[in-house]
């Protein structure tokens, strides 16, 4: 099951899908990686991300 939209309009949602998976390969999320999500949690968007923060979700679909 795919989370909705909104889902991933919200900040404290990032990096979820990444911190899952590298618990279920057993593995560590590297520090650099690590500090950017909780940067992103708090507001702070990696420079690329700044312009994607308003695009719609499907609008690569399109």
């Known amino acids: ?4 939209a909104d889902y ?3 900040p404290r949602n990032i990096g979820r899908w990444a ?3 590298f618990q279920e ?3 560590e999320l590297p520090p650099q990686i690590q500090e950017k999500i909780q ?3 708090e507001g702070v968007l ?3 991300l700044k312009d ?5 979700p499907t609008a690569a679909y399109h």
């Open 1 to 4: 099951m795919h989370p909705s």
């Open 8 to 10: 991933y309009k919200d």
């Open 19 to 21: 911190e899952k998976k």
């Open 25 to 27: 390969m057993g593995e």
């Open 39 to 41: 940067a992103a949690r």
């Open 46 to 48: 990696p420079e690329p």
């Open 52 to 56: 994607l923060q308003n695009a719609s």
